[in-house]
């Protein structure tokens, strides 16, 4: 995929999500398998992650995923270099 200029207006051409979307969800599915890991067979049951620090750790590691990776070719993205 080409690079998008600065300022240009970007849009889908359909409702489907595109990879950034779904591999961000995936981390953060990822994220929340390992602090349930760590919860029940790593720590000990006075030093459990909080449900919030866990909801952190998800959210923080979805937002990373997701701005790492570029949009996909099949993402069907619309750029709109008008003024």
């Not at 950034?20 to 599915?29: E, I, N, P, R, T």
């Not at 602090?35 to 030093?47: D, M, P």
């Amino acid at each position: 995929m080409d690079e998008i200029p600065s300022g240009a207006k970007v849009k889908m051409k359909t409702g489907a999500p595109t990879r950034k979307v779904y591999l961000g969800a995936l981390g953060g599915v990822v994220a929340t398998i390992l602090v349930f890991i760590l919860n029940t067979y790593v720590l000990s049951t006075n030093r459990l992650l909080t449900p919030e620090i866990s909801a952190a750790i998800a959210t923080v590691v979805y937002f990373v995923v997701a701005f790492l990776v570029r949009p996909g070719a099949n993402d069907q993205i619309e750029v709109d270099q008008g003024a």
